[in-house]
């Protein structure tokens, strides 16, 4: 083995400072050896890294470590050794962890030989392991350039990443519905299943706050839940996988940060027509008071396609009920609300509106008269059962 010339003070003691100027001239491939075999035997994360190119980083940061530590002027070439050091297993795809696993054993390795090398030079004394905890801040200091260097870099690949997903939904949105080049392109770069049912979903413009998409989208996958989200403009979209309609609405539960967001959702067989399923959560979203289902809101969402038609609806089938005085009219109003909340029977409404069934009778009839439509008859149903729906958008607007 070869022995580092100590230096000792005028006391005796070994030079931490000399000592580590020693060991970067005399013993640096050998502890670079000495790190490499305990780093490839301890952590998986590097089973797979290039020799040629982990032995050349190591020589650059163990070598940064020890000048520090001999407290000499840095090299510019080695001054960001550490950092691109930490750039380079970002790209690598190597866990931030494991990262800093490999500089734990660095300072194990030269904390070791600092000691051996004192120790056979015979000067170790009281002051020279107070003097140690230096050691240990060298490789610190390599630690903070690291992980400046590896966060820096997974932010700009994220960044990077986002941008390609963000580019393929767009040409998805573009030309999904007549390509399937494209549908099968974005669905790997999406990592969605190509041919899966999915929920399109539309968050109105200012509605959702900036943080809502990383909420959800955290949430969605740390359940398993492969979905894309995206901001497009002031309006969020999303395309979230759901194989069974009937865990559609407790998907709905999962949106925790768009409850009080107007927000639509609509259902689109592959991702082909997704481009379609936004158009139609869009048109769900509009009145809504928080994520609802375009399945359950036909109506509201068709009203809400076009205001102009869907006051002169309400206008022309409850127009009408004008002409009773109030508390009459509020009373016809309620009666119908409870006649298509429930099953449409006497009995079921002045159950639901605690009144008299020969009440509800007289108010049904007042309806009758006064509009030319019967609550009984199914097209006139639908047609009352419209104009409520788009009296009460009306009102929440």
Known sequence: MCIVHTHRSGTGAVS???????????????????????????????????????????????????????GRAIPADLSSAAYESGQLRAAQGIELAAVLHSFRIDLRVLWQAVIHAAIEGGGADHAFVEGLVEVWEAVEANIADVVDGYRDAAERLARGAEEVRAAAFDRLLERGGHDGTV???????????????????????????????????????????????????????????????????????????????PCGLAEARGLGEVARGLRLARAAARGADGPRLLRGHWGSAALAADAE??????????????????????????????????????????????????????????????????????????????ALQGRATARRA
């Open 309 to 386: 038609l869907a006051e002169s609806l309400v206008e022309t089938v409850l127009g009408p009920l004008d002409r009773l005085a109030e508390p009459a009219r509020t009373a016809v109003l309620e009666t119908l609300e409870a006649c298509f909340a429930g099953d449409g029977s006497v009995a079921d409404i002045a159950a639901r509106t605690f009144r008299h069934r020969n009440t509800v009778r007289r108010r049904l009839q007042d309806v009758v008269e006064l509009t030319g439509l019967d609550p009984r008859r199914p097209a006139d149903a639908a047609l009352l059962a419209l």
């Open 16 to 70: 931490l400072q000399l000592l580590a100027a020693g060991l970067r001239e005399e013993r640096l491939d050998e502890l670079v050896d000495e790190s490499m075999r305990r780093l490839l035997a301890d952590e998986p994360a590097y089973a797979r890294a290039d020799r040629a190119e982990l032995r050349v980083q190591m020589t650059r940061t163990i070598g940064l470590a020890l000048t520090r530590l001999a």
């Open 183 to 261: 549908v099968v392109e974005a669905a790997r770069l999406l990592e969605l299943s190509p041919d899966a049912r999915h929920l399109c979903l539309v968050a109105r413009p200012g509605g959702a706050a900036p943080g809502a998409m990383n909420a959800v989208r955290a949430r969605l996958r740390r359940e398993g839940v492969r979905a894309h989200l995206q901001w497009a403009g002031a309006e969020l979209l999303g395309v979230i996988e759901v194989a069974d309609p009937d865990r559609d609405h407790e998907m709905l539960g999962r949106l925790i940060e768009l409850r009080d967001v």
